[in-house]
């Protein structure tokens, strides 16, 4: 009896270290508690579209022949059916025609979190992107009116890029702003993103104006999914692909009315519909109390 009792703490003691590897060994993703934010009626979503612009755009509202503006179509129209779902191996997928632009826009808004989707490139391209790159986008700390940027598509934000051969690059979106650590851009050249570089301002305002290269090209073939996380926590974003973490941004705000900066670090999240057939799947989000300490030495 009194060798049981010594063996006793033995057995649990290596079942509780067998339990633990293999928890050590599981993704993030089956540790970590989600949300959800995808279904087949996309109930998490709302969406808005605005117009199928052509070739020649110039940023203003868009006339017809006989010179009237054109409305937008709107928020929730049910004539159009850029955003529609259907199973795949049992998971449910989201088709984005890209016919029109405008966007998928979370119902609620999200503050210090870690966002993640998969996407892939569909064939179709439209009107304006004809002839150019397919593209689309992750908008985040998305406020305000819809329609307020220079396509009159989305609302003010900051934006994750999608697009051929540029997935992760920065714009500002409206009067949005933020640091990245990037090369100061030289010439006719954008600045381009590296953990090695000091801070440059972004955004409305900035003398390197609102756009910023990624580090590097981390994308898979167009008939690959790909995995995009997005960490946000206190106005600290990290831009990641495929794993790579491809632009460090801090002190997310926007530029108001009388030109003073304010914080935006939190809102909806936006997914951008913009003249290219995209497919989005495992679309989900989790709160973070803090960055890992690997996520705070990059900044």
């Known amino acids: 009896m009194k060798v049981f009792k010594n063996i006793l703490p033995l057995l649990l003691l290596l079942v509780s270290c067998n339990q ?25 979503w709302d969406n808005y579209l605005s117009y199928q ?15 009237q503006e054109i409305a937008p179509i709107g928020v929730n129209n049910p004539s159009y059916n850029v955003f529609t779902t259907f199973l795949e191996d049992g998971n449910t997928i989201i088709k984005n025609t890209g016919e029109y632009y405008g966007c998928l826009i979370t119902k609620k808004e999200y503050k210090n979190y870690h966002f993640q989707l998969q996407y892939k490139w569909g064939d179709k391209k439209w009107a304006y992107r004809k002839d150019l790159l397919k593209d689309s986008g992750i908008l985040y700390h998305s406020m305000g009116p819809m ?15 999608i697009m051929e051969g540029h997935t992760g690059d920065f714009w500002s979106q409206a009067n949005s702003a933020i640091d990245i650590k990037a090369y100061k851009p030289e010439s006719v050249l954008d600045p381009l993103a590296h953990e090695s570089q000091e801070y440059l301002p972004i955004g409305m305002g900035s003398p390197y104006k609102n756009y910023c290269l990624r580090s590097g090209n981390y994308e898979k073939p ?3 999914w790909n995995t995009l996380d997005l960490i946000c926590y206190e106005g600290k974003s990290l831009h990641i692909v495929n ?7 801090k002190d997310s705000r926007y530029i108001d009315e009388n030109g003073k900066e304010v914080p935006l670090i939190q809102g909806k ?21 803090s960055l890992t300490q690997e996520q705070s030495n990059l900044f």
């Open 269 to 289: 999240i936006q997914l951008q519909s913009e003249a290219a057939e995209v497919f989005f799947k495992d679309i989900k989000i989790r709160k973070i109390d």
């Open 20 to 44: 633990l590897k293999k928890v050590d060994n599981k993704s993030v993703s089956e540790i970590y508690e989600w949300e959800e934010l995808i279904d087949k009626d996309l109930t998490h």
């Open 53 to 67: 612009h052509q070739p020649g755009y110039d940023g203003s509202v868009p006339k017809n022949k006989e010179g």
């Open 147 to 161: 329609a307020v940027e220079y396509w009159r598509s989305w609302m003010l934000s900051q934006e994750f890029q």
């Open 222 to 224: 167009n008939d690959e």
């Open 243 to 249: 794993g790579e973490v491809v632009m460090i941004l």
